[in-house]
């Protein structure tokens, strides 16, 4: 069965980095179109960053490019989000996920498999 695990998240003062990870398994992750989540106490989940068919198209939502870096590697059947120069904003549960391919990356009903999450505090 379909199983994504995530790590890496903590508390971090603001401008520092973190790696999260997604360890999958159950699935042919190679060719799987993933996604990371946040959520915000009170807000909507919100796409983070999302690779595209094949992993050749990475995805971003604007408040988060140029600072985050979604990377996957496949031999190790991991996704990870390479997250600098953090802000409080940036303070969340943090998921990853898997999606249809054909599916718009950004909306959270696009995918049908989710982490546990991972807690990130900015401060």
């Known amino acids: 069965h379909v199983q994504l695990v995530e790590s890496g998240g903590g508390s971090v003062q603001a401008g520092e980095s973190l790696r999260l990870s997604c360890e999958a398994s159950?699935?042919?992750?190679?060719?799987?179109?993933m996604g990371w989540f946040r959520q915000a106490p009170g807000r909507q989940r919100e796409g983070v960053a999302g690779?595209?068919?094949?992993?050749?198209?990475?995805y971003y939502a604007d408040s988060v490019k140029s600072r985050f870096t979604i990377s996957k590697d496949n031999a190790e059947e991991a996704l990870y989000l390479q997250m600098n120069s953090l802000k409080p904003e940036d303070t969340a549960m943090y998921f990853c996920?898997?999606?249809?391919?054909?599916?718009?990356?950004?909306?959270?009903?696009?995918?049908?498999?989710w982490g546990q999450g991972t807690q990130v505090t900015v401060s």
């Open positions: 996920a898997r999606r249809n391919c054909g599916l718009n990356w950004v909306r959270p009903d696009s995918y049908s498999y």
């Open positions: 159950g699935f042919t992750f190679s060719t799987a179109c």
């Open positions: 690779f595209g068919p094949g992993g050749g198209t990475t």
